[in-house]
C-alpha cells in the first residue's frame, strides 16, 4: 500500500490526478474481471441486492482515496498529507466504537499515541520547529477528506457482510469506483487538463492498479478478516515508515537517525496495539 507514494510522487508529473485515479480503477476492473466473471454472472442476483453498499465502498476506498490524496499533493507538503492522514486509523477507532460498539482498552490507546508520536517524530526530521511552522492550505482539506473517506471503507468493508468471495466483491467494488470518478475525469478532462496517452501513462496507470491496488488491497481485506477494522487501520502507520525506506532507496533521500526512532515507536505503538486483539480464526 505504502507504493502508493511512489505514484504520488512520479506519477502525478505524468498524469493528472483524477485520470490518474480513474484509469487506475478501471485498469483494476478488466485485469480482474476476466478471473471473476463467471461468478458474478452468477451470483448477479447478489449483486442487485448488495450494489449500494457496493457502491459506497467504491465511492470511498477507490473515488476519495484514489483522487483526493493526488489533489491535495497539488496544493501542499508531503509533510501536511502525513500528518493529516495519520487520522484516519483515530477516525476508524472513533467510528468502529460509537457506531459499531467495537472495545477500546487502555493498551491500544497507548499503542495509538505511541505510533502517532512515532510518525510525527519521522515528518518532523526529529525538529519540533517544523511542527510549530506548518501552514495549511486547501490541500489539507482534500487529504482530510481522504484520511475520512478512508476510516469510512474500511469499517463498512469489515462490518458490510457480502455473498461474494473477496475477489469477486474487489472486482465489483473497483467497478464502481471507477464510476464514481467517471463524472469527475471528464470534467478535469474539458477544464482542467488533458491526460496525454504516452509510455509514461501506462506506466504508472498499471504499477498503481497493481501494486498500491490489487494487491494491497486485497492484504489489507485478508488481514481485516482476521485482525478487525480498527486494528488493521494500524497499518497506516506503517505506510509512513515504508514510506520513508521508499524515499531512500528510491528517490535517495537520506535515512537519518530519526527515521530510526520513529520507526521504533510505530512498530511498538502496533505491538501495542495487537496484544491481546487479535481475533482467533
Not at 184 to 194: H, L, P, S, V
Amino acid at each position: 500500500m505504502a507504493s502508493n507514494l511512489i505514484v504520488a510522487r512520479g506519477g502525478v508529473e505524468f498524469v493528472p490526478p483524477i485520470s490518474l485515479a480513474f484509469w487506475r480503477w478501471t485498469v483494476v476492473f478488466f485485469i480482474l474481471l476476466p478471473f471473476t466473471y463467471v461468478a458474478l454472472k452468477k451470483n448477479f442476483y447478489i449483486i442487485k441486492k448488495e450494489y449500494k453498499k457496493l457502491f459506497f465502498l467504491g465511492s470511498m476506498g477507490c473515488g476519495i482515496c484514489g483522487a483526493f490524496p493526488f489533489l491535495a499533493g497539488e496544493t501542499t507538503t508531503v509533510t501536511n498529507m502525513g500528518i493529516i492522514y495519520t487520522s484516519s486509523p483515530v477516525f476508524i477507532i472513533l467510528i468502529s466504537y460509537y457506531f459499531f460498539s467495537e472495545k477500546i482498552n487502555f493498551i491500544k490507546i497507548v499503542g495509538l499515541i505511541t505510533c502517532l508520536v512515532g510518525v510525527l517524530v519521522i515528518i518532523m526530521k526529529g525538529d519540533i520547529n517544523l511542527l510549530i511552522n506548518l501552514q495549511f492550505t486547501i490541500g489539507d482539506l482534500w487529504m482530510l477528506a481522504a484520511a475520512i473517506g478512508w476510516a469510512l471503507y474500511s469499517i463498512y468493508l469489515f462490518y458490510w457482510n457480502s455473498k461474494l468471495k473477496i475477489f469477486e466483491r474487489f472486482t465489483v467494488i473497483s467497478f464502481f469506483g471507477a464510476l464514481s470518478l467517471l463524472p469527475f475525469y471528464i470534467g478535469e478532462e474539458i477544464f482542467y487538463k488533458q491526460t496525454v496517452f504516452i509510455t509514461e501513462f501506462y506506466l504508472w496507470v498499471f504499477f498503481a492498479a497493481i501494486s498500491p491496488g490489487i494487491i494491497a488491497f486485497t492484504l489489507y481485506t485478508m488481514a481485516q478478516k482476521k485482525l478487525g477494522a480498527s486494528l488493521t487501520g494500524f497499518t497506516l502507520y506503517i505506510f509512513t515508515v515504508y514510506g520513508a525506506i521508499y524515499g531512500y532507496f528510491l528517490f535517495d533521500e537520506k535515512f537519518e537517525d530519526y527515521h530510526f526512532i520513529g520507526t521504533i515507536l510505530v512498530f511498538f505503538g502496533v505491538y501495542l496495539a495487537k496484544k491481546n486483539n487479535v481475533k482467533k480464526v
